[in-house]
């Protein structure tokens, strides 16, 4: 057993080393697995200008960009399910501070495993015939193609390489192997898209803890091991914790009332604590 | 109608919408009302049918209401767990998927759907959820079935947004533009079934109550009757109701 | 829980559906994993001018070689590791009755995983300037490209989506939920690139025995599921069986006397068997 | 030479591979005397290498003699199992591996190898086993060194198969031909080590004992030597030998 490095950081560390206008990829879906603690240390730091890309975009993304931190987001759609919309981030679009690329859900996953893989472009038949296809066209980073073999229509997108990627896993260990239970969408993808990338754990365990054939992230590709457990609160970790409907529920309510609601539940659960250890004493209680 | 049986017009597109599902259909879901025909289909006449979430659940069997299909209630049950690229990717896009069940604000009469926004008269925009994987479901399945609650607003010739194709889009037919698979065969609401084909759009049945003309009026698109009028769609069965209210959406959340 | 189709099948009544001229693709990777028995079952069977495609060639394809049942395979290398060579393929590719359509092992796995995802092609950097790049191209799979982001000159290469895989797996259920222990190297993207998919298990469990997180082929793919216990034999299925190094050594010493040694082979341990268990109480007393 | 100690050639050679090694380097290394390097550099002054074999296995570390990478003994230690794409896609044609370490049967001047097919005077092709992941390492590996035994025969101005590229294909340079990193930048042998570069291949060292005059001659391409001639590559000490010995290849199939 070789015991590798150790990437172990706290998340205030880590967000320090993250610079305003960083590209951050981000894998939370809708109300389960967000980066709720890194969100907040993003947001308490006060760093601005990301951009920030998601496949389906959730409660993490909202709150950084009802925080205008966010200039520019790149999504597949996103929803907080049930409770409501994303209105941090509607409210943002709608207002012209941030600008949102559209794509399907499969054609943005398909830019991040081209970048995961480094291929040089990768072809899709989704989004061909719809309004989806335009504003990343006129972007740049999708254009009208064909198949050389059968001369089809296709569109040709360049490889997605955030930054920086924030993922939120079941466990790790000190050197970055990580597993995650249940379903895993786009977190594959996205964690291997992004030039550094940090695994957010509920629980760190000891090197070889984790059955070599369990590790959904291996730690050649890990630059961060950040200690949070219930770090995703108020969303769900499959098989660690359910969401908390109440909060999440007060958190759209808050949205639903405009920009003063979203920035008085900022006020009050994120500029209002000094760490998530806190918030979460505040919320839980 | 069976005598005594009464159901919501919720129950009733649940059912008519279970109907377009055919035995052996590898099945995209959307979260709601899709959902709840797709579980309904496979608990009554197509227990093959597969199910399958775009987050990477395969053939879930929930015993709970879930709040979306991000909500680990909506996963139980399920046989095997992978990945968005698996379901969307693998499944989907490599050509594996028959049916795709839809959800959406409004549709068009060749069955292009907008999930992303509305614009009110005044102009103002209002902001939905956009793809996710819809557009995708849209452009790769087999075939997909809109279900969707009959309002008026909901019927455009020209959409705000056109987040997932139909049968055409702007004139040019699948093939044209690249598009696999037939397209959207069905719009079924919680008054009418419309069929949509390679013509347009056609008022296949309107359900048990439904006066004909009434839903041709609430249908603002070219809409063909057929000659002797529509049928009539069949009424749930008590089974299905069952099903429905104690199993499928207990806090009726869709059908109530 | 539901629970799924039965898709059971002996291995003759599976090797029964295969016509001769089936596009195969195979997925043991040169000691380990080899779909043996079915290699075995196809050969009795007197299958004909079938094309074989797979990632690392090992002993399931030099069987089906030295039998004289492949006419083209597209392979990205192969060898029984240490014991030798494949000399049932390179003896009839030298002897001209077998066309090799050499890749290289990524370029290979690429084209299959563009068949696997439907993808109308996938561009790579692998084979560029190599004496690999020429036999795909000259028979169209492959194409001198370059990227339209950045004009860098690639290869842009078809989607492989060969008739049926055939994989062997840890163990499955009955619906083809299957699992698979140790590196999976080609095999997912082999599985997924069939049109049809049988998986050999080592072991048939109830459905819902293997946790859903852990299945790595799901039954939605699967077309068939044969029970083989010691299927892979003489190669070796990590947690469940070694390689028999001296049977391996006796094969490929049968080889390097050229086509008369694996004819011998053939007829002692192949043709002069009933069945592939008649074979393991054979080989294994 | 530290006194009473004396080594194979075999041994010397994997020293000297081990030396390539920088500490950090994430290295895919291929069947025998690359990972034989591998491991003694990760045992000696490289103890943070990512060692990666394209089978899937993640910094494996064996105990056990095994007999190729997909011998299960190799994967011993292993802290994370993954795919073919995993290793040679997204670590490699991703560009995040700086070292690769391969094998050959046949290299040139600028360090493209042949691990595909022998062509004998008389014509007889004699084939081997191919690419497998050597060609993608050649074309993605931040920088490549070649592990080989000394033998003129395997020294050749034109490949019989070009299987991997090296610095230069018929006078075009990586860049040029589409490829990414510096390529090979050593041939190291069990009589001297080649520093390849932009301009050629250097000898850069022979080992205790050569003569450079005979490495020379034994090396028909074209070859620099430095102006004070080559210098002498260090010698193994107790400490690698014993490694090698009792740990990293007890069974002497690669270094007796």
Known sequence: ?285 | MTPGVTWTRGEMLAVAGSLQVRDGDVTVVGLGLPQVCGFLARRTHAPSVRLLLEIGAFEPDPTESAMGIADPRMWEGSTAFGSLLEVLGVMLHGQRVSLGLLGALEVDQWGSLNTTEIVAEDGTRRRFRGSGGGNDISSSAERTVIIMTHQPRKFASTLAFLTSPGRRVDGRSRPELGLTGEGPTAIVTDRAVIALGASGATLESVHPGEDPDAVVAATPIPLAVPAGGPAETPSPTRFQLDLIRSRLDPKRWYTG
């Open chain 1, 1 to 285: 057993m070789t015991v590798g490095l150790d990437r172990r950081c706290s998340m205030g560390d880590f967000v320090a080393g993250i610079a305003d206008g960083t590209h951050l990829a981000l894998a939370g879906f809708a109300i389960s697995r967000n980066a709720v603690a890194f969100a907040h240390e993003l947001v308490r730091a006060g760093r601005r200008h990301l951009t920030v890309t998601q496949v389906i975009g959730g409660l993490e993304t909202d709150l950084l960009a009802a925080a205008g931190a966010v200039d520019t987001l790149t999504y597949g759609g996103g929803s907080l399910d049930r409770y409501g919309p994303l209105h941090g981030v509607n409210q943002a679009a709608l207002g012209g501070s941030l600008t949102l690329v559209e794509y399907s859900a499969l054609a943005l996953t398909l830019r991040l495993h081209a970048g995961a893989l480094g291929l040089p472009f990768i072809a899709t038949r989704s989004m061909l015939g719809s309004d989806l296809a335009s504003a990343p066209t006129d972007r740049g980073e999708v254009r009208a193609g064909e198949n050389p073999f059968d001369g089809a229509p296709c569109l040709i997108m360049s490889p997605l390489r955030p930054d920086v990627a924030v993922v939120h896993v079941d466990a790790a260990d000190k050197a970055g192997n990580a597993a995650i239970t249940g379903p895993t969408w786009s977190i594959p993808e996205t964690a291997r898209a992004a030039r550094s990338l940090a695994v957010v754990a509920e629980e760190i365990v000891k090197v070889g803890d984790i059955d070599p054939s369990n590790v959904d992230i291996p730690a050649a590709i890990v630059d961060a091991v950040i200690p949070a457990p219930r770090g995703a609160y108020p969303t769900a970790v499959y098989g660690h914790y359910d969401y908390d409907g109440a909060h999440l529920q007060m958190y759209v309510d808050a949205g639903a009332s405009g920009p003063a609601g979203l920035a008085a539940y900022l006020e009050r659960w994120v500029y209002g604590t000094a760490s998530f250890d806190e918030y979460l004493l505040r919320a839980v209680a």
